[in-house]
């Protein structure tokens, strides 16, 4: 079988930085992965009825327990000494850093041998675009109507803090980060965790031949760290010049008019 493990017709909408992290992930992990998702866009991949848009076995869940299941078809599998299996939980922000956190950091302090992946679009968008923990401060969702009052949830430091062998950010805008990253995470004696930003064109409001060019402008202004801790060892991947300007990224997206003036020029 070819590393191909996502069918071509998805309904996903045009654009969608969901669609490319996981074309990308399960290309690098391969057929020998058990994948669950949670409801959110990505069910759009584990299917809908009896159909499922995936190559590998797996199953959508709860919103509140990816990683709960995960932990259970590892510690299934490890009694039947399929160690080779890899487990992965691909979940939405909603369900990783508001929804699931504690399931999410139960599993991590039990140090169950799964690869955890949030798929980051800033915002619960299946269901409506509402705002998300993950939301970036000024954001326009249809729960912030007037732009978000709170900053990003910092969910990379909130797994950093549980000490498991592997965290990483990574980008749809950096695919070549990102596969050495799952690749690096694959491997991993314990939980690893990555977290991928991943644009949204219909919830962010920009064209749809845009994606990959607001995922790389969010890395180059500085407003989404490309890194990895390696067993407590931190290493910065995509170092950026002094020269930030944030309103390059900011203008790309409809979901931050209120906050640029019209004449502001990057
Ligand atoms: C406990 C619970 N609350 C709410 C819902 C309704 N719900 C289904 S999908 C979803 C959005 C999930 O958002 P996210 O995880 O960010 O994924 P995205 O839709 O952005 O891909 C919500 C709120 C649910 N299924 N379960
Ligand atoms: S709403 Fe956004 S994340 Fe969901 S399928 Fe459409 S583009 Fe992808």
């Not at 020998?32 to 759009?44: D, F, R, S, Y």
């Not at 590998?56 to 299941?69: D, R, S, W």
């Not at 695919?175 to 991993?188: E, F, G, P, Q, R």
């Not at 997206?253 to 906050?259: L, N, Y």
Request: with cysteine; net charge positive; charged share 20%.
């Amino acid at each position: 079988m070819s590393n191909n493990l996502v069918a071509n017709g998805v309904s996903t909408c045009a654009g969608c930085g969901l669609e490319i992290a996981i074309r990308c992930v399960l290309g690098v992990l391969g057929e020998k992965t058990i994948i669950v998702i949670p409801p959110g866009c990505a069910a759009l991949f584990s299917g809908y009825g009896n159909s499922t848009a995936l190559k590998i076995p797996g199953f959508q869940g709860n919103l509140e327990n990816t990683a709960a299941y995960a932990a259970g078809i590892r510690a299934g599998l490890d009694i039947r000494g399929k160690e080779d299996i890899t487990v992965l939980g691909f979940a939405g922000d909603g369900a990783t850093v508001d929804i699931g956190l504690q399931s999410l950091s139960g599993m991590l302090e039990r140090r169950e041998r799964v690869l955890y992946i949030c798929y980051d679009n800033e915002a619960y968008m299946n269901t409506g675009m509402q705002g998300s923990g993950s939301s970036p401060y000024s954001a326009w969702t249809t729960t912030t109507p007037g732009g978000k009052l709170t900053p990003k949830k910092d969910m990379l430091k909130i797994v950093e803090a549980h000490n498991i062998p592997y965290v990483a950010s990574a980008s749809i805008g950096y695919l070549n980060d990102l596969k050495k990253k799952v690749k690096t995470a694959k491997d991993v004696n314990g939980p690893a965790y990555i977290h991928i930003h991943t644009p949204c064109p219909t919830g962010w409001g920009f064209d749809a031949s845009m994606t990959v060019e607001v995922a790389r402008k969010a890395v180059e202004t500085g407003l989404w760290t490309l890194y990895e801790i390696i067993e407590g060892q931190k290493k910065i991947n995509i170092q950026i010049s002094e020269n930030i300007n944030t309103l390059k990224y900011l203008k790309l997206q409809k979901r931050f008019k209120k906050v640029i003036k019209e004449d502001s020029t990057p």
